[in-house]
Structure formats: structure tokens, C-alpha cells
């Protein structure tokens, strides 16, 4: 059993930065990907970025590409999102997920974290 818990959401002014935090818990971080999705409000989530166990691999929604940068910290568990040049079509709940146990499929979700992007 894998456990997820994002933080560092919150209110910020468009060209702002925020950095996210998702803390795991449970079977061994590094074996597994991870991934940033978001979804706004009337919308469907979508994919902002991943990354590798090793963090050798990291793909990216195009449209965050440039801004967004996902990493993570074996040693502590931690995956990161650090958000630069926010804009308020970035405003959305973001989530972490996980690939655990050699699936193609994102099976453990976190419970998100608000980010609003002011104008």
C-alpha cells in the first residue's frame, strides 16, 4: 500500500511561483514513476508532467513545458513540482500519482492540492 500527500498549494499572483510537495509513504519510492496531473473546474484532469524512479525521464505537457519542472528526492521520499511563470489557466487541483508494482497505469492518487493563479 502506497500513501500520497500533497502540499504546498495556494494563492498566487499571475507570473508568481509556487512549489508543490507530494510525500509518499509505504513501498520503496525510487521503484516506482510518478507523475503531476491537475484538474480545473468543469474540466477533465490532465497530465502536467512525470518522472522516472530514477528521475532520468521526465515528459511534460506541452503546455507547461518551459515553466513546470518535476523532480524528486529518493532519500526523502518526496516528489516536487516547481511551478514558475504561473498564469491563471494553471488554477486547478493538482494530484500526485503513482505506477506501483510494474503497472502502465497510475493506480495510487493522492487527495490534491488547490492552486489559484490570480490575474
Known amino acids: 500500500q502506497v500513501q500520497l500527500v500533497e502540499s504546498g498549494g495556494g494563492l498566487v499572483q499571475a507570473g508568481g511561483s509556487l512549489r508543490l510537495s507530494c510525500a509518499a509513504s509505504g513501498r520503496t519510492f525510487s521503484s516506482y514513476a510518478m507523475g503531476w496531473f491537475r484538474q480545473a473546474p468543469g474540466k477533465e484532469r490532465e497530465f502536467v508532467a512525470a518522472?522516472?524512479?530514477?528521475?532520468?525521464?521526465?515528459p511534460y505537457a506541452d503546455s507547461v513545458k518551459g515553466r513546470f519542472t518535476i523532480s524528486r528526492d529518493n532519500a526523502k521520499n518526496t516528489l516536487y513540482l516547481q511551478m514558475n511563470s504561473l498564469k491563471p489557466e494553471d488554477t486547478a487541483v493538482y494530484y500526485c500519482a503513482a505506477k506501483v508494482g510494474g503497472t502502465s497505469r497510475y493506480n495510487y492518487w493522492g487527495q490534491g492540492t488547490q492552486v489559484t493563479v490570480s490575474s
Open positions: 518522472i522516472s524512479g530514477s528521475g532520468s525521464s521526465t
